[in-house]
């Protein structure tokens, strides 16, 4: 399973997420990610804001709650066995 690396803007605190699942909506790369491979936890959508000429891309978290909602709707249907809830 793939991993990336997520920077706390505030904290610069690095922090290894497991991608279970992307999607591409208007252009923009989303990354449906959890700490944790195989337990139950908290997952969080990756927002991609830019891309690098090296092949690595900088990622935000979602945080606007419509834009959280829709993206939510998209990954809940593509990951169908996961209960996701907002």
Do not use: W
Not at 6 to 30: D, M, S
Request: hydrophobic share 35%; with cysteine.
């Amino acid at each position: 399973m793939e991993k990336v690396k997520f920077t706390a803007p505030g904290t610069q605190e690095i922090t290894e997420f497991f991608v279970l699942e992307e999607t591409k909506v208007n252009g923009t790369r989303y990354l449906f990610v959890t700490e944790e491979e195989e337990e139950d936890c908290d997952a969080y959508i990756l927002k991609e804001v830019a891309a690098e000429e090296d092949g690595e891309s900088v990622y935000e978290m979602v945080e606007d709650e419509t834009e959280l909602a829709s993206i939510g709707k998209i990954f809940a249907e593509l990951i169908e066995d996961t209960d996701i809830r907002m």
